[in-house]
């Protein structure tokens, strides 16, 4: 793969908001353009001949769940048809893998994985939450290391990713997926009761998990959290924008920004990591939607104003290369946080998806290495 090739791809929740408008002239182009919809939006419109207005709106609206419906199915098939299971060499299976449904708190079918292993008894439990525009299929590498030191790995892809309902890229509330990761973890802790349970999330997902772990009642079920690449500090490209986000976010919701997915920052140093991405088709590549980067903007930003009630066990891991999400905001909440065990590790030149990275088997020893710490201190007191 050449530079060029490489430099196409593109991911995260910074490359996807921050090039959104890098000029004022874009800003002012697309504030005309939205001002343009509103008058056409507010016109009165004469109904199609022989159709009352209300009929005509009703089929347009059906059509389009029912074209979203059959994205969805054909999302979830091909899901479905990951093959997620480990041999060794002689045949021998060490580890049990499953496919199933969750239905979100607003009862939306969520697409869930599990990986097992075959023998031995848990000794905890990690919960993936995989980060924007991708799914929980990819960890499978990950999952096959944990499971081999005797981890359950369980993982569900958010609304709008991978097999589960909506529109595809489409994320209509960040709060939504934080309590639907904390119903799931409940749903699991409830099925495993004396197995020690972690959240695991990568950028955007680390702070959808990091969001949840600050509710008493999940902190409770949890032993600790592990962050990758956390989504911790991400800001407007212009002060503007920040200021008509929550309306545009209203009004046109899945309106996609044209120019957000141009060239920009490769995610890892790997091309065939690269390439095994973005022609992966439950990847999401598309333009980020109006809503999805206001969601992520308005939790980046509460975070940032409560690193210092962080209370729950962390270990937090960052690429100091990384040009999607901020590795010294990771740093800031491993300062300021109030947790009385916590980590950190700034991993020197890698990039953003560090688990697939060419160091990748470092970093999850590393993460393992962690949750085995967290788990000797909890057997020892």
Avoid at 105 to 113: D, Q, S, W
Avoid at 177 to 189: Q, R
Avoid at 220 to 243: D, F
Wanted: aromatic share 10%.
């Amino acid at each position: 793969m050449s530079t060029a090739e490489v430099d196409q791809l593109t991911s995260g929740a910074s490359n996807r908001i921050i090039p959104i408008l890098k000029t004022l002239r874009t800003l002012i182009f697309f504030i005309q353009s939205f001002i343009f919809s509103l008058v056409i939006l507010l016109l009165p419109r004469r109904p199609a001949a022989g159709a009352p207005k209300s009929q005509v709106k009703s089929w347009k609206r059906k059509s389009m769940l029912r074209r979203e419906d059959e994205d969805t199915m054909r999302r979830r098939a091909l899901a479905e048809d990951l093959k997620m299971g480990f041999e060794t060499d002689d045949g021998e299976v060490r580890c049990r893998w499953s496919t199933s449904l969750f239905f979100g708190v607003k009862r939306n079918a969520l697409f869930c994985r599990s990986w097992i292993p075959v023998s031995g008894e848990l000794k905890g439990i990690l919960i993936i939450v995989h980060g924007l525009n991708e799914h929980s299929g990819r960890y499978s590498q990950f999952a096959r290391q944990l499971t081999s030191r005797n981890f359950g790995v369980y993982a569900m892809d958010w609304i709008g990713h991978g097999g589960s309902d909506g529109l595809h890229g489409y994320v209509p509330s960040l709060d939504h997926v934080v309590a639907d990761t904390g119903a799931f973890l409940e749903k699991i802790k409830l099925e495993n009761p004396t197995v020690p349970c972690f959240l695991f999330g990568h950028s955007t997902g680390g702070a959808v998990v990091l969001k949840a772990a600050s509710y008493p009642h999940i902190e409770a079920m949890l032993e600790g959290i592990v962050l990758s690449a956390p989504a911790l500090r991400v800001e407007p490209a212009h002060p503007i924008v920040g200021a008509v986000a929550p309306l545009f976010s209203l009004v046109v919701p899945k309106y996609q920004f044209k120019g957000a997915n141009k060239r920009g920052v490769p995610v890892s140093r790997d091309p065939a990591a690269l390439l095994a991405k973005y022609s992966d088709p439950l990847v999401y590549t598309g333009p980020i939607r109006v809503r999805t980067g206001y969601e992520i903007l308005r939790l980046s930003s509460y975070l940032k104003r409560n690193f210092k009630s962080v209370s729950v066990p962390f270990f937090v891991l960052h690429g100091t290369g990384d040009k999607v999400t901020d590795p010294l905001a990771s740093q800031d909440l491993y300062n300021e946080a109030a947790s009385r065990f916590k980590d950190i590790k700034l991993y020197e030149g890698l990039l953003h998806d560090l688990l697939f990275e060419p160091e990748r088997d470092e970093v999850a020893q590393d993460i393992i290495v962690w949750l085995e710490k967290k788990l000797g201190c909890s057997i020892e007191k």
